[in-house]
């Protein structure tokens, strides 16, 4: 399994794109994995073939780990699978030195004759991951699937990968119809994918007769009185949230600020800029916001910088990004150097990456290596709240909703919209007074629009 995004531990094969027999060309993809953000290719390095799947569909493999043996047509690799149970788990043995390519560089086994400790007894020999007998095939994915398998006897749940729930809520499609093929019944990409087709219509109408999925059931607290409850697994996705901000909040000393900003003259300067262009085309408050933040990076090196333990890092340009809510969590896909590009173009490609985004269709470079987020959900109603930094960034700042409030200006009760922006900072590289400058620049730009050119 090899490294497909910078925060990958491991990978869920969504499908084979090869069968067991099949011949392969170097470079040529050869499956499809799920990671934390995204569904990736995976390519082989070498040329041969596919002698066996090691890892099926719908089951996870660590960093590492082999999922499939390539070699040359009818080579005899079952010293290779015998002498190999520990598929990487066994730190105490070396593995030899012409074995499973590395997480950065490979994705499967190649034989070469030799006995890799990196290959987990999938089956028997000259038998498809498919048509292995039952226990050898639950042994060959329990470690991955137990939890899970055991949820889902237990409670009558069914199945889902991700990325095929995605995908049958995108097509209507009614997934108490569909009969999982992958292990344990896990319904899988390929199944949402024979559904959409009408392949697999009969078999849908046949599991829907003969099975009615049962609801979910809730466990018993050991506590008496205590309310009843049921388990889920976690997605890829949240699980890398959870242990990303876990680096965050303790280890990082972060403090608040948070200002008003009147939004009037940036709401009439966006009526304007859309006046202009085409329907498509038009801009939101929040690529006014993401330009402006642009702008005042570049005025402010340490807030556009990130503590390096020894050293502090600052960048040239500003990357800003911009959290985007997907089915499985958060994504922040990052708009390379904002500050040298015109909001419409700003907007474009923030509306591009956000819709690939949401079908996980990103590549890592798209959604890592920002110098600066902004997290804006005034479109839900939400008027202040604080936002976790996304390391090693120093800053983020949350956006409220701009709202008409009765304000005092001149002497006078007038009604302005009002922002709140709430930045959280990193103290290692920020003190308070440079946040604080850094927000009154921000404040004076979009209370100001015509600063942006000066």
């Known amino acids: 399994m090899p490294k497909l995004s910078p925060t990958m531990e491991e990978g869920q094969i969504s499908r084979w794109l090869k069968k067991e027999g099949d011949g392969i060309e170097a470079n040529e993809p050869i499956a499809e994995v799920d990671t934390d953000k995204a569904t990736m290719e995976v390519t082989s390095l070498e040329a041969g073939t596919l002698l066996k799947i090691v890892i099926g ?71 498809s991951y498919d048509e292995q007998r039952p226990e050898a095939k639950e ?23 991700p990325i095929a729930a995605r995908m049958a809520s995108e097509n209507d499609i009614n997934l108490k119809s569909i009969k999982g093929s992958g292990p344990n019944g896990r319904i899988i990409k390929r199944d949402i994918e024979e559904a959409i087709s009408g392949k697999d219509t009969a078999k849908a109408d046949e599991t829907v007769a003969e099975e009615t999925p049962a609801a979910p059931s809730f466990a018993q607290p050991e506590m008496q009185d205590a309310s009843r409850y049921r388990d889920e ?22 403090f608040y600020l948070t200002v008003e900003i009147e939004m009037d003259a940036a709401l009439e300067f966006r009526k304007q800029i859309n006046a202009s262009i085409a329907a498509e085309e038009k801009v939101s408050v929040n690529d006014v916001i993401v330009k402006v933040a642009a ?60 819709s690939r985004a949401r079908e996980k269709k990103l590549a890592p470079e798209e959604y890592t290596g920002a110098t600066f987020s902004i997290s804006n959900l005034g479109m839900f109603g939400i008027k202040e709240f604080t936002a976790i930094i996304n390391p ?52 004076q730009m979009l209370e100001n629009p015509i600063l942006m050119l000066m």
């Open 295 to 354: 702008q005042t990076l570049t005025k402010h090196a340490w807030v556009n910088s990130s503590y390096q333990d020894k050293t502090v890092r600052f960048y040239e340009d500003a990357d800003i990004g911009v959290a985007v809510a997907v089915e499985d969590g958060l994504i922040t896909p990052v708009v390379r150097g904002a500050n040298r590009k015109g909001i419409t173009e700003i907007s474009r490609e923030i509306k591009e990456m956000a």
């Open 57 to 127: 569909d719908g089951a996870n493999a660590r960093l590492g780990e082999t999922i499939g043996v390539i070699g040359e047509n009818g080579e005899d690799f079952a010293a290779l699978l015998n002498g190999a149970a520990s598929n990487g788990n066994d730190k105490t043995e070396e593995p030899p030195k012409e074995t499973a390519k590395s997480p950065e560089t490979g994705a499967t086994a190649k034989t070469n004759g030799q006995k890799p400790a990196e290959i987990e007894n999938a089956g028997e020999e000259g038998r």
């Open 392 to 443: 090693p960034e120093a800053a983020i700042i949350a956006v409220g909703a701009a709202t008409p409030v009765p304000v005092v200006r001149d002497g006078e009760v007038v009604v302005r919209n009002i922002m709140n922006v709430t930045m959280s900072c990193d103290h290692r590289a920020i003190d308070g007074a440079t946040g604080a400058k850094f927000l009154q620049t921000f404040k």
């Open 139 to 161: 042994a060959a994915t329990d470690r991955n699937l137990q939890p899970e398998t055991q949820v889902a006897n237990d409670s009558g749940r069914m199945i889902v990968s």
């Open 233 to 254: 697994n976690t997605s890829k996705m949240r699980q890398v949230i959870a242990q990303r901000l876990t680096t965050s909040i303790g280890p990082i000393p972060t």
